[in-house]
């Protein structure tokens, strides 16, 4: 009887631990892992956080996917506004798009579906920026995912050679 009331104390330090302070939970969830203390391991909440890891992951992707489409759609629609700055950020979401798929190969089975979203989030962003309204923008994602993650792709005008260097 006395083993079951330290295994209850143990869970409710750990549920509690897991609620009060992160940090210390994931700690000291290793530290059990490692020494393979697999009876006091927060086994649900364990679960719960790496189906989060994967979650993010997809959210990640549709963050940085929405944030490269709504610079193609300022480039292309705000001609007159093109900057470096708008190229770096391309530049920089294409890079930081491949390292995430090189990562996570099996998140290019969800580009499909994470560019629907991202073109909607994209366009939203786009209109809030150039301050166009929404009708503005095509109702459907334009560009091909070939076209989105091609380093030299920039719909309407090419870049200047001046801004690209």
């Known amino acids: 009887m006395e083993t079951k009331k330290i295994g209850q104390i143990e869970e409710y330090f750990c549920k509690s631990l897991y609620e009060n302070d992160f940090y210390a939970w994931t700690q000291k969830q290793a530290q059990l892992l490692r020494h393979g203390e697999w009876s006091?391991?927060?086994?649900?909440?364990?679960?719960?956080?790496?189906?989060?890891?994967?979650?993010?992951?997809?959210?990640?992707?549709?963050?940085?996917?929405s944030?490269?489409?709504?610079?193609?759609?300022?480039?292309?629609?705000?001609?007159s506004k093109r900057s470096r700055s708008w190229l770096n950020t391309m530049r920089i979401?294409?890079?930081?798009?491949?390292?995430?798929?090189?990562?996570?190969?099996?998140?290019?089975?969800?580009?499909?579906?994470?560019?629907?979203?991202?073109?909607?989030?994209?366009?939203?962003?786009?209109?809030?920026?150039?301050?166009?309204?929404?009708?503005?923008?095509p109702q459907n994602c334009p560009y091909t995912l070939t076209e989105i993650f091609r380093d030299s792709f920039y719909p309407g005008q090419p870049a200047p050679d001046d801004m690209m260097k």
């Open 40 to 65: 006091q391991i927060d086994l649900v909440n364990i679960i719960e956080e790496i189906e989060s890891l994967g979650k993010q992951q997809r959210a990640e992707l549709k963050n940085r996917l």
């Open 93 to 137: 979401q294409r890079i930081d798009l491949g390292e995430l798929l090189k990562e996570n190969p099996s998140l290019k089975f969800y580009l499909e579906e994470a560019l629907q979203i991202a073109y909607t989030k994209g366009v939203a962003l786009a209109s809030g920026e150039t301050n166009l309204p929404l009708q503005t923008f």
């Open 67 to 79: 944030i490269l489409i709504e610079h193609l759609l300022k480039w292309e629609y705000q001609v």
